[in-house]
């Protein structure tokens, strides 16, 4: 059997809100690690809006969500995914904890996270979830494959600010977090033969060599290839390989990808929901924010004055890059 995985992110270019991370993985059968898992799943999984029929619909999650349609896409195919290994997700704060999210002291610090678990689903029902998960568990004994991992990191405000001002950008902040996952994913798969893992391109960068070395100490590193739209490398150690691929437009590319994409996008939006609630106990009539630049400063303004009066410093609700 081959590990494919799959890492994304959601959240790296708002000014409020966390950033989520997620790996995904499936134990696949070693003749078919060549074929899209779109095409082995197709009896249960869709990559298109067109003909769905009775299947989930995995792909990029930017093209799934948007806040007039909600989180019904989103939520059935996380909630489907983890109970078909047998994970029943009956809150917030399970949910966080499954996905090995984050240490419940960080969401202390923020008024709008602390003790604020909520039941789920919120956007779907039991029943549609029971269904999906009935049809996605018998194609994957169909085909053999498992769905073996899935973990994400959440890096709150105050922590991504910690980060961000230790490693001096972002994309280095995104990178770190991201070797952690692919380090968890390795140890865990110890004795489970081949890892190939696939990532979204991260900031227009051809060659990853350096971060990946500089990160990944006692290891054997190959380059299979650079180039503009596929970077591609082999991790080797004892009797343990991993190939990492960072693709153009991963999310249109691999299933594992577009699947990670899901998962993060929707943790991330069960915190923006939080937010958003904490302010609008205050501001009732106030608009919520997904948390984007321009959006973020309307929302900024229209709660200043509470955010003075409850003593919120902006070191935990506004990022500083």
């Known amino acids: 059997m081959t590990i494919i995985a799959g890492v994304d992110e959601a959240g ?14 499936f134990d696949v059968p070693d003749e078919k690690i060549d ?6 799943l197709e009896d249960a999984v869709s990559n298109g809006l067109k003909s769905k029929m009775h299947r989930l619909t995995v792909r990029d999650s930017k093209k799934l969500y948007n806040a007039r349609s909600g989180l019904k896409s989103l939520e059935d ?4 995914f983890l109970l078909s290994k047998d994970v029943k997700i009956t809150s917030f704060y399970q949910l966080l904890n499954v996905l090995s999210c984050c240490h419940i002291k960080i969401l202390s610090r ?31 004994q169909k085909q053999n494959i ?25 994309a280095t902040v995104l990178f770190d977090n991201f070797i952690t996952l692919v380090t968890d ?62 693709v153009e437009k991963g999310e249109d590319a691999c299933m594992t990808v577009a699947l990670a994409s899901v998962f993060s996008k929707y943790m991330r ?19 919520p924010t997904a948390g ?4 973020a400063q309307r929302f900024l303004s229209e709660i200043a004055s509470i955010k003075k009066r409850e003593l919120i410093q902006d070191d935990i609700l506004i990022r500083s890059k």
């Open 12 to 25: 790296y270019g708002p000014v409020l809100g966390p950033l989520v991370i997620t790996a995904i993985a």
């Open 35 to 40: 074929c899209s898992l779109w095409k082995l």
């Open 77 to 80: 195919i996380v909630l489907s």
């Open 110 to 140: 923020y008024p709008w996270y602390a003790g604020k678990d909520y039941p789920l689903p919120l956007a779907t029902s039991v029943s549609a979830v029971l269904n999906y998960t009935h049809l996605l568990k018998y194609v994957l």
């Open 146 to 170: 498992q769905f073996c991992y899935t973990v994400s990191r959440v890096v709150t405000v105050k922590e991504l600010n910690e980060q961000v001002e230790v490693s001096g950008n972002k």
């Open 185 to 246: 994913l390795w140890n865990r798969c110890d004795g489970a033969g081949t890892i190939r893992l696939i990532a979204d391109k991260q900031g227009g960068r051809n060659s990853y060599l350096s971060l990946l070395r500089d990160r990944l100490p006692g290891v054997d590193i190959t380059v299979l290839k650079e180039g503009v739209k596929v970077s591609a490398y082999k991790i080797s150690c004892a009797r343990r390989e991993m190939e990492i691929s960072f």
């Open 269 to 287: 939006e069960l915190f923006m929901r939080l937010e958003n609630h904490y302010w609008l106990q205050f501001v009732p009539d106030l608009k």
């Open 292 to 295: 984007y630049y321009e959006d």
